[in-house]
């Protein structure tokens, strides 16, 4: 059972949760609906590939020749079928993500605290409501500290409003707006204080959805690579209809044979289509952000997928993220002596420290949530609790809160024997000896004593005490006469993997800077523990403010650690590497965080235990909290974008030939090479080859050894439209080879066709290999898995089987028998079109900074 001050909460049981949620359903709000299976089939039909082969099916229905019409139709459900599966496969991914982008709530269920999505709250749940959260139904307030609650989404008044407990939980809702109600609205967000709620309304039944705003989407944005992707899609187009219009002409006026030069046309078109772009785009980028997310990093904005890779700077908070935030009082110290519990731990607390540890759990929630409240809550159990310091009949009357200009937060109790007032007050080490009003020389000790415990690694507190006879209270903690108890030493242990990642990072050409709000003892002791270099040592907060913006800058190249930082000021280192050159991602989890999340290159708000507004502010969230995880996005960041360059080069290469032997054969008179029904068969292969084999590459084992790549280095290179146009016609050259050699010899124009496509099969699979890497040979990346790319080459060979040596679809592809001979040549072609790069690969391109 949870306790709130005098206040006693259980919970629902997870039974009655189940049956509250078949009454109700998820606490969701009506929002955009998945596409279904029909709405993307009619987007399919759409797109141009597909109107061209239907036009072609017409064209072969009206000629009369039923075979062809029917075999181009059944590609046309076949190509349909596999852009389907692609596209739902997409959807899934993108609905998973939706999934996991709700809002987080704590509820206390079977008398614990649980951290659960926030369309699983249910009616009558309890509700832990603290700064920064996002109120995830409408519920009415049982308990409360200086609570106050911005209702702007609902009233559009930006002034955040008061809050006041109320002991009836089943007052009826009133409409929100205004002080001193006793009720919070869903989407509404927590400003300050602490509060317990009773949820009274979920889903459509809530304030926010009787209004029908839809919130919590996973933004799907227009992303720089897809600009980009479309501006060189549109001059493909352009360019394709100017000689697929050249083609159409051409063969009418030196043949006059319209119908055929209009099936010749279509078949340019189809061949110089890049439909593969967008497609290829979409589903490299939602699939991208699924993968990460099963790394625990959550993808709230897809642009944030393209610049993982990029990433050249981490900045990091320290507790939570490299270490567990487990916290444990290790270290004490009160009456000029020290106590450790690593050495004394199963003795009993000597006497002289019992004041201090009351205190401090006098100044901490009863129901604490804080895993440093935690710890003393669990130090007060083990060695105080038959004692008579604690005081679980005491009534707690007030709380001052923590403050940005005072670091300190004081509890107000009354115990029943007495009518003074105890304050029990707890915070930082300095802002507990301003508090206390100590003398200079009592000041320097706590300060030696501080620094004592921060370099042993130790997050440091201090606690101090009061008595007030006086009727009312005071305005202030200031206005206390505190008496100083003493230090608290607070271990967290590193996480097991972070020195490994610190490694990776440092290989990977991306820095890592810590920032923390612990003292620079406390950072430099963690630093040195998980291999943190800093050169230029460590700035502290104060020591920011004094620092000018040049300075900042110049020393930003040289400094890793900062230590004493406030949120406020994140947004000023964030701005320094910015203008640096740096690319940087930054963590938070509380409300100051956001300003800084947004500015970063790539936010990440921490999942677990970081406020709704971080979430929202950020492009990333880190579902685990753990720095390992960034770095495994960072990673597949990485493999994303090597794999969309692979793709295109894939893309660009396969098309030349292919527009080559369409567009040559009518301007010199050749018999046609390629029909309709061949781009039809050659699109089974490339549609699934550049969207489902190069996606499912695996990363490169170098991929976290060479730097960052540029930011600004577009993904339509010069170098790789070189390359990659260099190997489409170097395929298309030998392919016109073995046309005219085959056509030299006699052997006929079924022949010839049969020889060039199959070839081209071949040089395709060549193409699709040599592209899965460029700094390594075909051969080499065989030993890396990739199941999708075996499943495409054993699907086009088998296929070419049938065309080649089933009659009746010999026919229909117009071919001729191939001998052994035949297919030897098909096959020494093929490879000898890909042969070159794989040379280039193999002796001129290692080290180059290229995918693979």
């Known amino acids: 059972m949870i306790e709130t001050e005098s206040v006693e909460f259980s919970g629902l049981t997870e039974e009655k949760v189940?049956?509250?949620?078949?009454?109700?359903?998820?606490?969701?709000?009506?929002?955009?609906?998945?596409?279904?299976?029909?709405?993307?089939?009619?987007?399919?039909?759409?797109?141009?590939?597909?109107?061209?082969?239907?036009?072609?099916?017409?064209?072969?229905?009206?000629?009369?020749?039923?075979?062809?019409?029917?075999?181009?139709?059944?590609?046309?459900?076949?190509?349909?079928?596999?852009?389907?599966?692609?596209?739902?496969?997409?959807?899934?991914?993108?609905?998973?993500?939706?999934?996991?982008?709700?809002?987080?709530?704590?509820?206390?269920?079977?008398?614990?605290?649980?951290?659960?999505?926030?369309?699983?709250?249910?009616?009558?749940?309890?509700?832990?409501?603290?700064?920064?959260?996002?109120?995830?139904?409408?519920?009415?307030?049982?308990?409360?500290?200086?609570?106050?609650?911005?209702?702007?989404?609902l009233t559009g008044e930006s002034a955040p409003v008061r809050k006041v407990a109320c002991a009836e939980a089943s007052l009826e809702t009133v409409l929100p707006g205004g002080d001193d109600l006793p009720f919070v609205y869903s989407g509404t967000l927590v400003i300050q204080g602490q509060g317990i709620a009773r949820v009274k309304a979920t889903g459509p039944r809530t304030e926010l959805g009787k209004i029908g705003k839809a919130l919590q989407q996973v933004e799907i944005e227009v992303t720089p690579l897809q600009r980009e992707t479309g501006r060189l899609v549109r001059y493909l187009a352009c360019l394709g209809i100017l000689l697929c219009a050249l083609v159409i002409i051409t063969y009418g006026l030196t043949r006059g044979d319209w119908l055929n030069a209009f099936l010749s046309g279509v078949s340019l078109a189809m061949a110089m289509l890049p439909e593969e772009f967008p497609v290829v785009l979409t589903i490299f980028l939602a699939l991208g952000a699924w993968r990460i997310s099963q790394k625990n990093v959550l993808t709230r904005r897809v642009p944030a997928v393209e610049s993982l890779g990029a990433a050249t700077v981490l900045c990091v908070d320290k507790t939570g993220t490299l270490t567990l935030n487990r916290m444990s009082v290790t270290l004490i110290f009160a009456g000029g002596s020290f106590h450790s519990f690593k050495n004394h731990g199963s003795e009993p607390l000597p006497e002289g420290f019992h004041e201090l540890v009351e205190f401090a759990i006098l100044a901490s929630q009863n129901a604490p949530f804080d895993p440093m409240e935690i710890a003393l809550k669990k130090l007060g159990e083990r060695y105080l609790g038959k004692t008579e310091h604690i005081h679980d009949n005491w009534e707690f009357v007030r709380e001052y809160p923590l403050s940005k200009s005072l670091l300190s937060l004081s509890h107000v109790w009354r115990s029943p024997q007495s009518q003074d007032y105890v304050i029990a007050a707890k915070g930082a080490p300095e802002a507990i000896a301003e508090l206390c009003h100590m003398e200079e020389a009592q000041g320097e000790e706590v300060v030696k004593q501080v620094q004592i415990m921060a370099g042993q690694g130790l997050r440091v507190l201090g606690v101090a005490k009061s008595v007030s006879g006086k009727e009312g209270l005071p305005g202030g903690q200031h206005d206390f006469p505190?008496?100083?108890?003493?230090?608290?030493?607070?271990?967290?242990?590193?996480?097991?993997?972070?020195?490994?990642?610190?490694?990776?990072?440092?290989?990977?050409?991306?820095?890592?800077?810590?920032?923390?709000?612990?003292?620079?003892?406390?950072?430099?002791?963690?630093?040195?523990?998980?291999?943190?270099?800093?050169?230029?040592?460590?700035?502290?907060?104060?020591?920011?403010?004094?620092?000018?913006?040049?300075?900042?800058?110049?020393?930003?190249?040289?400094?890793?650690?900062?230590?004493?930082?406030?949120?406020?000021?994140?947004?000023?280192?964030?701005?320094?590497?910015?203008?640096?050159?740096?690319?940087?991602?930054?963590?938070?989890?509380?409300?100051?965080?956001?300003?800084?999340?947004?500015?970063?290159?790539?936010?990440?708000?921490?999942?677990?235990?970081?406020?709704?507004?971080?979430?929202?502010?950020?492009?990333?969230?880190?579902?685990?909290?753990?720095?390992?995880?960034?770095?495994?996005?960072?990673?597949?960041?990485?493999?994303?974008?090597?794999?969309?360059?692979?793709?295109?080069?894939?893309?660009?290469?396969?098309?030349?030939?292919?527009?080559?032997?369409?567009?040559?054969?009518?301007?010199?008179?050749?018999?046609?090479?390629?029909?309709?029904?061949?781009?039809?068969?050659?699109?089974?292969?490339?549609?699934?080859?550049?969207?489902?084999?190069?996606?499912?590459?695996?990363?490169?084992?170098d991929v976290m050894r060479r730097p960052p790549r540029n930011p600004k280095e577009p993904l339509f290179s010069k170098m790789l439209l070189t390359l990659s146009l260099l190997q489409g016609l170097s395929v298309l050259a030998i392919l016109i080879a073995v046309y005219l050699f085959a056509l030299f010899r006699g052997q006929g124009e079924q022949d010839a066709r049969t020889l060039a496509f199959t070839s081209l099969i071949v040089a395709n699979l060549g193409l699709i290999l040599a592209n899965r890497s460029w700094s390594r040979t075909a051969l080499a990346t065989l030993r890396k898995s990739n199941a999708a790319m075996w499943w495409v080459a054993g699907g086009a060979t088998t296929f070419l089987g049938l065309v080649l040596y089933v009659p009746f679809l010999r026919g229909l592809f117009r071919f001729g028998v191939l001998h052994p001979v035949d297919l030897a040549i098909c096959l020494a072609s093929g490879i000898a079109g890909v042969l070159w790069f794989e040379l280039l690969k193999a002796f001129g391109l290692r080290g180059h900074p290229f995918p693979g």
């Open 18 to 153: 189940s049956d509250r949620l078949k009454e109700d359903g998820l606490n969701e709000l009506p929002s955009s609906k998945p596409r279904s299976i029909f709405t993307i089939a009619f987007g399919v039909i759409r797109e141009p590939m597909f109107i061209l082969l239907l036009a072609c099916g017409t064209i072969y229905l009206i000629l009369g020749d039923l075979r062809e019409a029917l075999v181009l139709l059944g590609f046309v459900l076949v190509v349909m079928g596999i852009t389907l599966y692609q596209e739902r496969k997409t959807e899934r991914a993108l609905e998973a993500l939706r999934d996991l982008s709700s809002p987080r709530a704590t509820v206390i269920r079977d008398g614990e605290l649980k951290r659960i999505a926030g369309r699983e709250v249910v009616r009558d749940d309890i509700l832990v409501l603290g700064e920064g959260d996002r109120v995830p139904a409408d519920a009415v307030v049982l308990s409360c500290t200086s609570l106050a609650v911005d209702e702007s989404l």
């Open 482 to 701: 505190f008496q100083f108890l003493g230090l608290l030493g607070f271990s967290d242990p590193v996480r097991p993997h972070v020195k490994d990642s610190i490694k990776v990072c440092s290989t990977a050409g991306v820095r890592v800077v810590m920032i923390t709000g612990d003292y620079p003892a406390t950072a430099r002791s963690i630093a040195k523990e998980i291999g943190l270099i800093s050169p230029g040592g460590v700035i502290t907060g104060p020591e920011l403010d004094k620092i000018d913006a040049s300075t900042l800058r110049e020393r930003m190249g040289s400094v890793n650690i900062f230590a004493r930082v406030v949120p406020e000021q994140k947004l000023r280192l964030v701005n320094a590497l910015k203008a640096n050159g740096e690319l940087v991602a930054m963590t938070g989890d509380g409300v100051n965080d956001a300003p800084a999340l947004k500015a970063a290159d790539i936010g990440i708000a921490m999942g677990g235990r970081g406020t709704d507004v971080a979430r929202e502010s950020a492009a990333l969230v880190l579902l685990d909290d753990d720095f390992s995880s960034i770095v495994q996005a960072v990673r597949l960041g990485r493999r994303i974008f090597d794999n969309l360059k692979r793709a295109v080069a894939y893309i660009v290469a396969i098309h030349v030939p292919i527009a080559g032997l369409s567009i040559l054969p009518v301007l010199f008179k050749w018999p046609i090479i390629l029909s309709p029904i061949h781009i039809a068969f050659l699109e089974l292969i490339i549609d699934p080859a550049c969207s489902v084999v190069f996606e499912a590459e695996p990363e490169d084992p």
